[in-house]
C-alpha cells in the first residue's frame, strides 16, 4: 500500500472518530463469507457502520485525535473491526444478539460516553448503559411522580373536604 492511500485511510479513520461519539473495536476473524455479510447487514440496519482496519492505521488515527485513547493500544492486535454508532449501547446490543448464533465477533475494547471500556467481559456492562433519550425519559418520569402525587392529594382531599361538607350540611 503506498504512502498516499494509508495517509488517505488514516485521515477517513479520523473523520469517522470524530462524527460518531462512540465506538467498538471488536474481532471478526473466523467468520465466514456468510456471517459476514449477515453482520454487516445488521449493521446497516442499527445504523452502525462497521469497517476492518489495519491496527497500525488506526493507531495513527487515534494518535491524531484530540482524545487520549493510550488505553485502546494494547488491545490492537490480531484481526480489528471497528464499529462506529451514534448510541453507547446500539453495537453492544448487536453483538450479544449475534453472539446468539456465533463465537465472534468479540469486544476487544469500547470508547463509550466518553469513558474506555476494555474486555469482552464486559458486553453486559455495555448492554446496560442507557442511550440520553432513555435518560432523558427517566428524569421526565421522576418529574412527573411528584406532581402526580400532588395532584391525586388535592383530588382526594377535595373528595374528603366535599364528603365532611355534606355530612354537616345533612345534621342541620
Do not use: W
Not at 14 to 29: G, I
Amino acid at each position: 500500500m503506498r504512502r498516499e492511500e494509508k495517509t488517505a485511510i488514516i485521515e477517513s479513520l479520523s473523520e469517522k472518530l470524530r462524527e460518531y461519539t462512540h465506538f467498538y473495536l471488536t474481532d471478526t476473524a473466523d467468520l465466514n463469507a456468510a456471517d459476514t455479510s449477515d453482520l454487516r447487514r445488521k449493521c446497516f440496519e442499527n445504523d452502525i457502520k462497521l469497517v476492518v482496519v489495519k491496527n497500525t492505521l488506526l493507531k495513527r488515527a487515534l494518535e491524531q485525535s484530540d482524545i487520549d485513547f493510550e488505553e485502546l493500544y494494547p488491545v490492537l492486535k490480531g484481526t480489528t473491526s471497528i464499529m462506529f454508532a451514534n448510541t453507547g449501547n446500539g453495537p453492544a446490543r448487536l453483538i450479544k444478539e449475534f453472539r446468539g448464533k456465533h463465537d465472534k465477533p468479540v469486544i476487544k475494547a469500547a470508547y463509550v460516553q466518553e469513558s474506555v471500556y476494555v474486555g469482552a467481559d464486559l458486553l453486559e456492562t455495555l448492554v446496560a448503559i442507557k442511550t440520553r433519550e432513555e435518560l432523558i425519559g427517566d428524569i421526565i418520569l421522576m418529574l412527573q411522580s411528584p406532581a402526580r402525587n400532588v395532584i391525586s392529594a388535592l383530588q382526594s382531599g377535595g373528595n374528603k373536604l366535599h364528603g365532611v361538607l355534606e355530612t354537616l350540611s345533612q345534621k342541620e
